[in-house]
Nanobody, 123 residues
Framework: VQLQASGGGLVQAGGSLRLSCAASGRTFSSWTMAWIRQAPGKEREFVAAIRWSDGRTAYEDSVKGRFTISRDSARNTVYLQMSYLNPEDTAVYYC?????????????????WGQGTEVTVSS
């Protein structure tokens, strides 16, 4: 399984970014995909997840209403649309996956990881 994340960058508070995760190496129809972030000096934190089969989603409380996770089955790609960003969202964002159609909301539940993409939000 290969997960290739992209789309990070520097943005001002209140701005938006869209992260992408290109997945390959498997058929992901029974998988759950997630975005996990790690801020400097902090533990990895679950952000959002999506069940590939039906698009069901889950979010960490602080991003609800601001972030949207989605998937494009034709492109085997998962997206994280982030809006109303604030400096507390600054982190390295990782795409992660688990080979089960059950959404779990802890970072340690995901066994497959891509490289991270850095998001910096300036105040």
């Amino acid at each position: 399984v290969q997960l290739q994340a992209s789309g990070g960058g520097l943005v001002q508070a209140g701005g938006s970014l869209r992260l992408s995760c290109a997945a390959s190496g498997r058929t992901f129809s029974s998988w759950t995909m997630a975005w996990i972030r790690q801020a400097p000096g902090k533990e990895r934190e679950f952000v959002a997840a999506i069940r590939w089969s039906d698009g069901r989603t889950a979010y960490e409380d602080s991003v609800k209403g601001r972030f949207t996770i989605s998937r494009d089955s034709a492109r085997n790609t998962v997206y994280l649309q982030m809006s109303y960003l604030n400096p507390e969202d600054t982190a390295v964002y990782y795409c992660a996956a688990r080979p089960y159609p059950v959404i779990l909301i802890t970072a340690s539940s995901y066994g497959y990881w891509g490289q991270g993409t850095e998001v910096t939000v300036s105040s």
